[in-house]
């Protein structure tokens, strides 16, 4: 069964697929510029990647001194 993030990001993926080439998308009765579609792709693929633990949450910081 997909979860939450996986089903977002298969929409959006469809949303993409169908409407390349456009400005604007019709998503859920809301008109969106296709930027914003292809940012909340992006969002949702790094969700669906951090629930499969294949995207690290934290970085790791260098403190020392060099």
């Known amino acids: 069964m997909a979860t939450f993030a996986e089903t977002m990001l298969a929409k959006y993926e469809t949303l993409l697929q169908t409407s390349a080439g456009l400005d604007t998308v019709s998503v859920d009765g809301q008109s969106v510029r296709y930027v914003d579609v292809e940012a909340k792709y992006r ?24």
Do not use: D, H
Request: charged share 30%; proline share 4%; net charge positive.
């Open 43 to 66: 969002y949702w693929k790094r969700e669906v990647a951090r629930e499969k633990g294949t995207r690290p949450q934290a970085a790791s910081i260098n403190l020392s001194g060099f």
